[in-house]
Every structure is written in C-alpha cells, then in structure tokens.
C-alpha cells in the first residue's frame, strides 16, 4: 500500500521521524538554513497529503488554491501570519501551529533580551573584544536598573504572562494590555490591565508579544515611541511587523526612547548593514525565541502528531482557528 505524502520544507533529524516512519512517506528539503524556493515547495507540494512547513514559507491562497488537496498544513511556530488561514479553512485543510511548547523558552529569551539591553551586556562583551577595556571606571557602560521597575506588556497570552511571572522575580510592576481582560493572570500574576496609551506613558520596558495582525501592524510607530520615557526599553519577540522600524530608528537615534531589544524585524533575515545595528543602543537577535533544543525538537514532534492525526482521521492536538 502506497503511504501518505509529507513534505517537510526544511532538513529536521531524522530521529524526530522514526516513530511516524512506519505510516508515511517523508520527503524534505535538503538544506537546514535555506528556505525551500518557492517552485520547488510547489512541485513537491501537488503530491504530498500534509505539509510541515516554516514560517519562513509565505502560504498564501494562491498557494492554497493549487494546493487543495493537502490535508494540513503545520506550522513549526506559534505565530501564522505566514499563513493565509481563513483561505485554508475555506478549502478544507487543516492549519496547526505549536503553542504551549515553546512558551517558557521564548518568555526566557524575552527575559535575555531585556536583561542584555537594559545592562548593555553585547556591547560590554564587545568592548573587550575591541580591547578597549583599560580600566575599571565609575560609570564604565552604566546601564538601567531592571529590579523595582515597569514592565508593560503588550499580549497578555500564553507567552506574555510567563514574561510577567519571571518579572515578579525581580520585583517589577506589572501592566499589561490586551484586547481581552486576563482576570486569571491579574490574580494569579498581579498583573494590572491599561489602556495601551497608559502602558507607553508609565512603562520602563514595554514588550511587544502580540500576533501580527491587520490590527497590530505597526501598533509600535511614531506615535506610540513618542508616548513611551526617554529611559523606555522596548523590546520585541512577537513580530517584526508590529514596530514601524523606520520610526523606531529615528526613536532611538533622537533619544526619544533609551534602546531596543529585537528578536525579529520586518523583513527577515536583516544583513549587517541594517540601519538598526548602527546603533549602539539597540540588541539584534536572529528570531531565536524558541531555539533551544529541547524546544524546537518538541515543536517539530508536535507538528508530527498534528500531521499523523489528521491523516488519520483524528482532530489535530493544537489547530488553528479563525473566529
Ligand atoms: P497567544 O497566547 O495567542 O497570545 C497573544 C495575545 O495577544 C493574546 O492574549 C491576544 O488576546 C493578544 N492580542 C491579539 N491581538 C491583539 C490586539 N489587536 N491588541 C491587543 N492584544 C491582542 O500567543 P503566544 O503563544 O503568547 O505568542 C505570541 C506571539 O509571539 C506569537 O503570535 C508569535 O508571533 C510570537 N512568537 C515569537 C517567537 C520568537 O521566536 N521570537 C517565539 C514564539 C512566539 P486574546 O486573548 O484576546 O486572543
Ligand atoms: C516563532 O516566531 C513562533 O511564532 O513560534
Ligand atoms: C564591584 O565589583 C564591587 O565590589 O562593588
């Protein structure tokens, strides 16, 4: 008998197949740090029943519309605004994503991130490197205090409140906004709900953990940066999508806000000329929220028990639904 068809748009271990080998037949693009072009991921795709792809693959409905017949397609992340999902549902395949998973290992890095900006911890360690380090000074690369301060997170979902529980470590304020009320993270946090203009006047670091979405494309832009303290932090893990960087630029160049922390950046990959790394007050990481190994194998493992669900008839564990 003829196994189902499942193409994977990145080369993953293939220890992580093993138990599914016995059912399907797995085909994959060769290269780890490549993305699949485009033609190659269409040809391959009018054969397969399922595919797990990146979020570095652009599914749109024009993809989806010679792609009918696929059954899933899973997403290795959370976030799918790759993703034209309401086209998916429409023709009947199934969209997945991996929450849960990654959500204490992105919510560590969110905590890094605005550590090494705060206390300016890239630039220290290049200081060294550069050997420009003489002497030990009173104000050698001083930085912001983090303890006893404001955070503001914009997002209270999965992600946003472990960031606001590992902020209690460090007696922080709390306040959040979100388009729904978190009663459980305000009890069980002490988180406190603004308005989002509140939570740019009165924040010391403002998060951005909030999808990429018609609405919060580029929610961060001139406006909400000239609302924010001159000493703001503001740090970004969600999408690049939600910051207007050409306003964040000109944020940080004319001290309008003190640094940023990036993770990720309107259009990925960014190269070292990328305005942003001119700036001595901003930290650029290449989208590593949730790279660690434990967590970006168990993502993949999710989006095989996903894929093998629904080619068995079942509910996927985590689908993605559109209201
Ligand atoms: P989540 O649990 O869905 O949390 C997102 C939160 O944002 C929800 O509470 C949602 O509110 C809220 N929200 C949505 N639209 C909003 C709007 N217009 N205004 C205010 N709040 C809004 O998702 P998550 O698992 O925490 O992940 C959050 C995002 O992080 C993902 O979408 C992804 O883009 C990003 N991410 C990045 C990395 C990385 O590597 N850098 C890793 C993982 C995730 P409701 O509760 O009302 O829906
Ligand atoms: C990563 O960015 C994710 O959305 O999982
Ligand atoms: C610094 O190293 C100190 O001892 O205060």
């Not at 969209?95 to 998973?101: A, E, L, W």
């Not at 300016?120 to 104000?139: C, G, H, L, Q």
């Not at 999965?158 to 009890?187: C, D, P």
Request: hydrophobic share 40%; aromatic share 8%; net charge negative.
């Amino acid at each position: 008998m003829t196994k189902p068809i499942i193409y994977i748009t990145r080369k993953i271990p293939v220890e992580l197949l093993k138990p599914y080998e016995d059912r399907y037949d797995f085909r994959m693009w060769p290269e780890s740090e490549t993305p699949v072009p485009r033609e190659i991921l269409r040809r391959e795709a009018r054969e397969a029943d399922g595919v797990l792809c990146m979020l570095t693959e652009k599914i749109d409905e024009a993809f989806l519309s010679e792609n009918a017949h696929l059954q899933i397609i899973a997403n290795m992340a959370v976030g799918y605004d790759n993703i034209n999902v309401e086209a998916a549902n429409r023709k009947g395949i199934w969209v997945t994503n991996t929450p849960d998973v990654l959500t204490e290992t992105t919510a560590d890095l969110t905590f890094a991130l605005l550590m090494a900006t705060a206390r300016r911890v890239t630039e220290a360690s290049d200081y060294i490197k550069e050997d420009r380090w003489k002497n030990w000074s009173p104000f050698l690369l001083a930085g912001s205090d983090i303890h006893h301060k404001t955070i503001g997170i914009v997002g209270m979902g999965r992600i946003g409140k472990a960031v606001a529980k590992r902020a209690t470590g460090f007696n922080m304020s709390i306040l959040y906004h979100n388009r729904t009320r978190k009663h459980q993270a305000e009890k069980e946090v002490g988180v406190t709900y603004v308005p989002f203009e509140t939570l740019l006047d009165e924040s010391d670091y403002v998060i951005s953990l909030v999808p990429l979405t018609k609405e919060t494309k580029h929610l961060f832009n001139e406006a909400a940066f000239q609302k924010m303290k001159e000493s703001a932090i503001f740090i970004n893990v969600s999408r690049g999508g939600t910051m207007d960087e050409i306003a964040l630029y000109e944020a940080l160049q004319s001290g309008e806000i003190k640094a940023a922390g990036l993770d990720v950046f309107e259009e990925e990959p960014i190269s070292s000329d990328h305005p942003l790394l001119k700036l001595d007050n901003t930290v650029c990481l290449p989208h590593i929220g949730s790279s660690s190994m434990k967590t970006r194998s168990q993502m993949i493992t999710l989006c095989l028990d996903n894929i093998d669900a629904v080619l068995q008839g079942q509910q996927p564990k985590t689908p993605v639904r559109i209201e």
